[in-house]
């Protein structure tokens, strides 16, 4: 650049040097940026071809015109740009080199494009003669930086989504976490209850009898001998009572424990346990059944997926209990190798596809987070007034 200063204020001053004009020539047309001169009134008084090109001119048809006027009259929104505000000519008049990005340059058909320019004042003998103004289309330059703040935007964008999706499934989480609790505890209050209300009671009943039976035996050696025996007689049909007693809290036990953990689950594999939840769960709601299962080419499960699928389908059968008000439920369930599919189908009054979607729908969110966590998924497919269907799916990895 300090080559082109220096050899153009040789040509201005009109020193009459064929070999400098030779190089000025031969710089100014090799380079692919746009270079021109301009004296003190604004009117070019050179330019190279690369630079006249990307106006949209011959080099003969610029000279000595006023290269504000022809190229950098307006602003990107049209209004005219004043000379006395230019960079460019200020450059000479106010000695104020610039370096400019932000501005557009216009061709000859009226088209803009931006430019980075830079303005050089030409200074002889202390005297400022013009300036030499170097210019490049930065079209590319901007279209790129539009594309990456677009792509920064689209990034933006997304990352605020996941964000907020992320927060969102951490709220979820919570309440879900909230609602195992409560259910967890009410479980446990349900259990206490019973074990108050039913085995308490017989233990009481026990303590009483046992308590009568002490009694009467220490009264036995003051008795007559038909008094003694007719005591016996009481004393054996309380035994039989105390033994029904006993009878009637193991078989308490026995329930509580099954509510638990069903101990078929453990002793014939989930196929069986699901075969007898889903034949108990119809009798005590007093359901009429459409009962399908094809597991002959079933493969046996690990215990925490088999728990799993049972909490699942004991789910399931649950939101028809409390929420369809059917009168008939179809179960269909069909394990190969590589999937297991159960499906429980009820005629009850249906819901909207929102109710299953919402944020209180903590049993469809666990029965689809237990699905997710073996590899599969949970369908719900419901309309009003006909029913609702629930439908797991799980593929099994060789």
């Not at 501005?103 to 003669?129: C, D, H, M, T």
């Not at 479980?187 to 085995?199: G, P």
């Not at 237990?370 to 949970?378: F, M, Q």
Request: glycine share 8%; proline share 3%; aromatic share 6%.
């Amino acid at each position: 650049m300090q080559d082109v200063l220096i050899l153009t204020t040789r040509v201005l001053s009109g020193a009459d040097q064929p070999v400098w004009r030779d190089k000025l020539s031969q710089l100014l047309e090799s380079t692919g940026e746009g270079i021109f001169g301009i004296d003190m009134d604004g009117r070019c008084t050179f330019i190279n071809r690369a630079g006249a090109e990307q106006l949209g001119y011959a080099p003969a048809d610029m000279l000595g015109h006023n290269m504000h006027e022809l190229a950098h009259h307006s602003h990107a929104d049209g209004c005219h740009y004043p000379e006395h505000l230019c960079p460019i000519f200020n450059a000479f008049r106010k000695a104020l080199p610039c370096r400019i990005d932000t501005e557009l340059f216009w061709r000859k058909n009226g088209s803009a494009f931006p430019v980075e320019y830079s303005s050089y004042p030409i200074v002889e003998g202390g005297v400022v003669q013009g300036a030499v103004v170097t210019f490049v289309d930065i079209s590319a330059r901007r279209q790129a930086e539009d594309a990456l703040r677009q792509a920064h935007a689209v990034l933006e964008q997304r990352v605020s989504e996941r964000t907020q999706a992320l927060s969102e499934a951490l709220q979820q989480l919570r309440e879900l976490s909230a609602y195992t609790h409560t259910v967890r505890e009410e479980e446990r209050t349900r259990i206490a209850r019973e074990v108050h209300d039913e085995l308490g009671s017989l233990l009481v009943a026990l303590k009483m009898d046992v308590g009568w039976l002490d009694k009467r035996l220490g009264e036995q050696p003051r008795r007559s001998t038909d008094e003694a025996q007719a005591m016996r007689d009481t004393m054996r049909s309380k035994c039989q009572n105390m033994s029904r007693l006993i009878e009637a809290a193991v078989d308490n036990v026995g329930r509580i424990i099954t509510d638990l953990r069903p101990s078929i689950l453990d002793h014939q594999g989930l196929w069986a346990a699901l075969d007898w939840q889903a034949h108990e769960f119809v009798q005590s709601a007093e359901l009429a059944l459409d009962w399908q299962m094809e597991v002959a080419g079933a493969v046996p499960l690990p215990e925490a997926s088999a728990i799993a699928v049972f909490r699942i389908f004991q789910e399931m059968l649950s939101n028809v209990g409390r929420h369809a008000h059917a009168s008939r439920v179809a179960i269909a369930i069909r394990a190969t190798p590589g999937e297991i599919s159960i499906s429980v189908q009820d005629n009850g009054r249906g819901a909207e596809a929102a109710a299953f979607e919402a944020a209180n729908a903590y049993g469809v969110m666990g029965m689809r987070e237990r699905a997710r966590h073996l590899g599969g998924s949970l369908e719900i497919s419901s309309q009003i007034g006909l029913g609702s269907l629930f439908h797991l799916r799980i593929q099994l990895s060789n």
